[in-house]
């Protein structure tokens, strides 16, 4: 969990209601994804999605010694059209933290959270609000929340709210319409 911005604060905001079905993209060492395990009392499914086997490895392990249910890991291209392979329309929620900065295919990979949640599903998107000095992305790959915005209704997403992630990020949550 990274001490810049608070998995349990950006996850309260979406106001899970405890049975949800969770994508997260780029799920790292699993900060938002136990979060959401957590505010759903175990009764929700959260799969943790990332590019890198090590890190959800760590996760499953984490997941394991702390005895948490309802979570799924799943090594995946999530920047890619179909790359998560879950099934359409399947996710009430895809959390996108600290993602943008890192990934290539911005567009696509917005695509796809849209593809795989259902009408009146929400995305929440967490990124860094600049550099920092070297704390946070190098200062080419910040991605703006202006620039995030563009990206998310780009994508067909309509804002809900802007949300508190810390000093050193921004917090959105978008919903997909109810009718596509």
Not at 3 to 19: D, K, V
Not at 27 to 53: K, P, Q, W, Y
Not at 127 to 140: A, I, L
């Amino acid at each position: 969990m990274s001490s810049f911005t608070n998995p349990h604060n950006n996850i309260a905001q979406l106001e899970l209601e405890g049975t949800e079905r969770v994508a997260v993209f780029g799920a790292g060492a699993g900060g938002h994804s136990f979060a959401a395990l957590e505010a759903m009392n175990g009764n929700g499914r959260v799969t943790a999605i990332d590019v890198r086997a090590d890190l959800l490895k760590r996760v499953e392990s984490d997941a394991a010694a702390y005895h948490k249910s309802g979570l799924v890991t799943k090594v995946a291209e999530y920047q890619k059209p179909g790359g998560t392979t879950l099934i359409s329309g399947s996710q009430d929620v895809v959390i996108v933290p600290n993602t943008l900065f890192a990934t290539q295919e911005k567009a696509a990979m917005l695509g796809e959270a849209y593809r795989i949640l259902r009408p009146g599903g929400k995305l929440l998107i967490v990124d860094w609000k600049d550099s920092y000095g070297g704390m946070g992305p190098p200062p080419e790959r910040v991605v703006t929340e202006d620039a995030a915005m563009q990206l998310a209704e780009g994508a067909h997403f309509t804002l809900h709210k802007k949300v508190a992630a810390g000093a050193q990020h921004y917090g959105l949550i978008y919903m997909k319409p109810l009718k596509v």
